[in-house]
């Protein structure tokens, strides 16, 4: 049995949806495709898992597109001591998932903002290669800005990992969708020195290290 708690408006993502059924718990839905909790819960469990066999320890972790904050509690399970800075261009999202997801029981830095300019403005000398953990999941509904799929945004972010630093990209991949993943991946390729697709469910989570 399928529940809504609570629908909102939103400027970035337009109608957001808070629903509840026996199967997946509470999840938010955007354009019918769940960004939070749910089904997106266990992709992104399933992904740290395998993440933290070769990364035990994390002291610093950014989330971009940190929407209802599943990702963040996942992280805090699995690196209890890691210092999280959770980025997200949507506020209403970000009020959900503090009301229904348990993301305000999260220690951790939330900025409301665009990913891009968030991280175009990290310092990007070798000194300051500061995340051991960077999460990318920037979808708005099923649509993937554009300018977080070009060279300098990948560029940035791999000057933003520490050494042995992990980043991964959550795609989905589904119908048309796997043309532009398998797209997505290539350009990885240009900039990261090993990357690992992982598919969980309907998607495809690149498991990244930097050069």
Not at 77 to 98: H, L, N, S
């Amino acid at each position: 049995m399928e529940k809504v708690l609570e629908k909102k408006k939103s400027k970035i993502n337009g109608e957001i949806v808070v629903k509840k059924t026996l199967a997946f718990g509470t999840y938010i839905q955007v354009e019918g495709l769940t960004q939070s909790g749910g089904v997106v819960k266990e992709v992104w469990n399933s992904t740290l898992k395998k993440v933290r066999k070769n990364l035990p320890s994390v002291d610093k972790c950014l989330i971009l597109g940190l929407g209802g904050g599943s990702v963040a509690r996942l992280v805090k399970r699995y690196w209890p001591q890691a210092k999280i800075t959770g980025v997200d261009v949507d506020p209403v999202m970000v009020e959900m998932g503090k009301k229904y997801l348990g993301l305000g029981e999260v220690r951790m830095k939330t900025i409301i903002g665009d990913a891009f300019e968030f991280i175009n403005h990290l310092p990007s000398t070798i000194n300051h290669r500061q995340y051991d953990l960077i999460l990318v999941d920037t979808y708005n509904g099923d649509r993937y800005p554009k300018k977080l799929e070009s060279e300098k945004f990948l560029k940035l972010v791999a000057k933003s990992l520490a050494p042995s630093g992990v980043v991964v990209f959550n795609r989905l991949y589904w119908d048309e969708k796997r043309k532009l993943a398998r797209k997505f991946s290539e350009k990885l390729e240009e900039v990261f020195e090993d990357v690992m697709p992982f598919y969980p469910e309907a998607n495809v989570m690149y498991i990244c290290w930097v050069k």
